[in-house]
Nanobody
Framework: QVHVAESGGGAVQPGGSLRLSCFAS????????MGWYRQAPGKQRELVAD???????TYADSVKGRFTISRDNAANTVYLQMNGLKPGDTDVYYC?????????WGKGTLVTVSS
């Protein structure tokens, strides 16, 4: 099984930045599709950004121009650089790994943006 673990969440003021990291186990990490999702209480989980095994990226309209997803295959890690954070970005952020039709989720990391 693939184990997924997020880190890097925290509390910041509007306009601040955070960098989230996600580690996924396995010797073939470079073949995984990786994604970042977020979920607020009472809301459905939504896609923030994802990146395919060949480096194709997708962003939610709400984060385009502010967030950047990248991957370091040698470190089995995907990153989400978040700049220009807004109160509406406050959510639990989840990382997932897509592996041959199976999806594995981390437990989430909390991002809070407030004055």
């Amino acid at each position: 099984q693939v184990h997924v673990a997020e880190s890097g969440g925290g509390a910041v003021q509007p306009g601040g930045s955070l960098r989230l990291s996600c580690f996924a186990s396995g010797s073939v990490f470079s073949t995984y599709a990786m994604g970042w999702y977020r979920q607020a209480p009472g809301k459905q989980r939504e896609l923030v950004a994802d990146i395919t095994s060949v480096g194709t990226v997708t962003y939610a309209d709400s984060v385009k121009g502010r967030f950047t997803i990248s991957r370091d295959n040698a470190a089995n890690t995907v990153y989400l650089q978040m700049n220009g954070l807004k109160p509406g970005d406050t959510d639990v952020y989840y990382c997932n790994a897509g592996v041959y039709g199976q999806v594995y989720w981390g437990k989430g990391t909390l991002v809070t943006v407030s004055s």
